[in-house]
């Protein structure tokens, strides 16, 4: 018999996600079938829509699918996926898993020259992928933009402060939860000014920095984040919504901006998105972005938590900011991985 281990959740968080709330178990897998292959994974995704799967979607102790995820094929019927192939996936948190090679979600890892495979889940991944969507498509980031970027120091605000730079935005800001996050955006993501949210008011920062003429805003924290950027954005500018991490564990409904009329009054696009409807964009990401990342004009930054035993930690960590980049579990000390 294939065995693994899995999370299980024993129990729904209400507010706050605490590791206790999750355990290890052991897990038995099927025998591998027709047109499958066994998987070991080496890296694991944790991400903040994990947290609306805590509260609707997980179900309590059973595995805890809908995770990205990279592994190996250490056994495999299906000539698509042979053995030793490198994969990529959305099984879930699980040290190994038996997929269907046809499945959505599952594809054959094309590794470039000089990219850490890491960067498969961050900046080559679905926050990478986040990030490009919403400055090139949804905001149409172009060179006299004032850009404003929530979460600057996490997996899509590492992207994204980058692209917005390349884009040739004329300036750059964001928030993040802490000084160094901050010191980081700005020496090394190329941000023009970075404001600690959890010690400083973001509606003054903005007042300071962009005045009134905030042009395109990336969001992905809401809340008081969010009305910041309504009250600092000029009249016709954009923004992009891309989620509400503020609002995830709040067991009230998410808070909707105090300021929502001044959408109206500013004539403001405002716009949602989600990045798996641009699937058929992780081409042109990639094109856009290895070239610069083997130069090393962008750069890539991620969290990485060691062992499968860290899983519900980074989980519940990166819902209280411990990460910086894209937050990653690894599996295998036979690849090597770079720490923020
Ligand atoms: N719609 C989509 O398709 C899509 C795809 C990817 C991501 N997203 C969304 O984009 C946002 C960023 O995702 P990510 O993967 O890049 O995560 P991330 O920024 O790497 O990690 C989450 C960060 O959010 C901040 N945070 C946590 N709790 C907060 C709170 N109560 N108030 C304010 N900030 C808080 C923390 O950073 P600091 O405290 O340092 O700021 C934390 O590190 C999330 O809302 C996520 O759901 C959406």
Request: aromatic share 6%; proline share 4%.
């Amino acid at each position: 018999m294939l065995t693994g281990h899995a999370v299980h959740m024993t129990q729904r968080p209400i507010g706050t996600a605490t590791t206790d709330q999750f355990r290890i178990v052991e897990l038995e897998l099927a025998p591998v079938g027709e047109g499958q292959a066994l998987v070991r994974n080496l890296l694991l995704s944790v991400d903040p829509y994990m947290r609306q799967l805590m509260s609707e979607g997980w179900p309590l102790n059973a595995p805890l699918g809908m995770g990205r995820a990279i592994g190996v094929v250490e056994q495999s019927r299906s000539l698509r996926l042979p053995e030793g192939t490198l994969v990529f996936h959305t099984g879930g948190l699980q040290t190994h898993v038996v997929l269907d090679a046809d499945e959505p979600g599952v594809r054959r890892l094309v590794v470039h020259e000089g990219v850490e495979l890491q960067s498969y889940l961050s900046i080559l991944g679905g926050t990478g992928l986040t990030a490009y969507v919403g400055l090139t498509k949804v905001l149409a980031v172009a060179d006299d933009d004032i850009v404003f970027l929530t979460s600057i120091a996490g997996g899509v605000g590492v992207a994204a402060a980058q692209i917005a730079r390349r884009l040739g935005a004329a300036k750059i800001v964001g928030t993040a939860g802490t000084d160094a996050k901050c010191a980081l955006a700005v020496d090394v993501l190329g941000a023009d000014a970075a404001v600690n949210w959890k010690t400083t008011s973001v509606r003054d920062f903005l007042s300071e920095h962009v005045g009134g003429n905030l042009s395109a805003t990336l969001d992905g924290v809401g809340g008081e984040q969010l009305e910041a950027a309504i009250e600092a954005s000029a009249r016709h500018a954009r923004i992009a919504i891309v989620g509400g991490i503020s609002q995830y564990d709040a067991s009230a409904p998410w808070a909707p901006p105090r300021n929502f009329q001044d959408i109206h009054f500013k004539a403001l696009s405002v716009r949602g998105y989600a990045v798996r409807d641009y699937a058929e964009l992780r081409e042109e990401a990639e094109d856009f972005l290895v070239p610069l990342l083997r130069s090393g004009e962008v750069v890539d930054r991620v969290t990485v938590s060691e062992g499968f035993s860290e899983v519900p930690a980074a989980l519940v960590g990166l819902l209280q900011g411990s990460n910086t980049g894209k937050a990653i579990v690894c599996l295998t000390p036979r690849y090597t991985v770079h720490a923020a």
